[in-house]
């Protein structure tokens, strides 16, 4: 059984970084990819960045340049390095898995969701 577990949010002030953490257990990161995803209340869940096996990545445009996903195959585990935080980053993060998806930063394409962690960001 899948279990994807994130760990990392908390409240910060513009500005500020966290770093967010995804265990996965239950299976192997071979030929799938891994993301993460927002959802602020009201609004739609929205892709933030993803990662392949080859390590190939895609970002939201906009978190480029102030996000960094990596991951530790070995660990299982998957990291997002969050830096220059604005309010509009306020919101639910995500992690999931999903087989064959190609990069997508569509949620509906992915199967396997965390709980979620709250991230929250003052002005």
């Not at 993301?35 to 960045?49: L, S, T, Y």
């Not at 990291?79 to 064959?100: F, I, V």
């Amino acid at each position: 059984q899948v279990q994807l577990v994130e760990s990392g949010g908390g409240s910060v002030q513009t500005g500020g970084s966290l770093r967010l953490s995804c265990a996965a257990s239950g299976y192997s990161f071979t030929g799938y990819c891994l993301g993460w995803f927002r959802q602020a209340p009201g609004k739609e869940r929205e892709g933030v960045v993803v990662i392949d096996t080859d390590g190939n990545t895609r970002y939201a445009d906009s978190v480029k340049g102030r996000f960094t996903i990596s991951q530790d195959n070995a660990k299982n585990t998957l990291y997002l390095q969050m830096n220059s935080l604005k309010p509009e980053d306020t919101a639910m993060y995500y992690c999931a898995a999903g087989a064959r998806v190609l990069l997508s930063l569509h949620y509906y394409h992915y199967n396997y969701w965390g709980q979620g962690t709250q991230v929250t960001v003052s002005s």
